[in-house]
């Protein structure tokens, strides 16, 4: 029994799996689903729209995507050491 018939029924574990029209996730909630297999989608296109970024580019092209997802990487890096970078002055305030 594979992992995702597992996660159907009840038993072992839930995995990701990357399919063609993104990367399926039985446990995040928050993406769209297909009605079709009841799985929830990650797309490039979404995750920027939650750091509120426009998608370049056509959608689909392995290149755009890249570039794309690179952006969001390095969003993603900017915001944490913004983070790190607040926490480190809270802690030298004591």
């Known amino acids: 029994m594979s992992a ?48 509120k970024l426009q998608f370049e580019g056509s959608p689909h092209r392995a290149d755009v995507d890249a570039l794309n997802t690179l952006r969001l990487f390095f969003e993603i890096l900017h915001r944490h050491n913004q983070i790190y970078q607040l926490l480190t002055d809270a802690k030298a305030v004591k």
């Open 4 to 51: 995702l018939e597992n996660s159907k029924t009840g038993g072992g574990t839930q995995k990701s799996r990357l399919t063609a029209r993104g990367i399926t996730s039985l446990t995040t909630p928050g993406y769209y689903s297909d009605p079709d297999n009841k799985c929830l989608y990650l797309q490039v296109s979404s995750g920027l729209g939650s750091f």
